[in-house]
């Protein structure tokens, strides 16, 4: 569904994923909701399990801020359930599923766990889930506000998803595009 499409505007793809965030004692799990136009992180969530309760709610608040013609996510079972399937389709939003083990379908959020991994959660070594929560609260601010993006032109994702709304947007490119263009030799 995503092959060849042009990301022109916000809200047109969101896409989620879920990630492990190593604590002193266990792990805590972290889920984000993206735009992929602007970067802009809509929503997100720890929790001290991996029950589909808190991928629901962190659906449902994102839900209730805006709404995305597409969504697409891995292939893990919260996110094909029928509970989380059905909340989309209910909002009449079209689902994307990557292709099973490619995470590079899904680069948007690989790259940010990336960046989040490495400019904060490495760096604070959290001793428990509240602690990570107040400090990835910071972060998400400071990540959506005031951390610029070079494929953005050196603009935040708000200053993006934000003005985008109210202005013709420019295109980007998706990771198939990015791929293609980097594999022509020039002669």
Not at 9 to 33: C, F, K, M
Not at 53 to 78: G, M
Not at 127 to 148: C, M, P, V
């Amino acid at each position: 569904m995503l092959r060849g499409l042009r990301i022109d505007h916000p809200n047109q793809v969101w896409s989620t994923d879920i990630t492990y965030v190593r604590l002193e004692h266990g792990w805590a799990y972290l889920i984000a909701i993206m735009d992929w136009y602007s970067r802009y992180v809509i929503d997100w969530q720890l929790s001290d399990n991996l029950e589909i309760d808190f991928c629901l709610e962190t659906l449902n608040r994102a839900l209730n801020k805006n709404r995305p013609e597409i969504f697409n996510s891995d292939q893990d079972a919260r996110f094909t359930s029928p509970q989380f399937t059905n909340l989309l389709e209910e909002k009449e939003i079209r689902i994307s599923m990557d292709s099973r083990s490619r995470y590079l379908d899904n680069i948007f959020n690989e790259r940010l766990w990336r960046t989040v991994k490495y400019e904060n959660i490495y760096l604070k070594h959290y001793q428990n889930i509240s602690e990570a929560r107040e400090g990835l609260t910071k972060y998400f601010d400071f990540f959506n506000t005031k951390r610029f993006h070079s494929s953005l032109n050196d603009l935040t994702p708000a200053q993006i998803y934000f003005e985008s709304q109210s202005r013709v947007a420019q295109p980007i490119l998706i990771p198939q595009q990015l791929y293609l263009l980097n594999q022509i030799s020039v002669s």
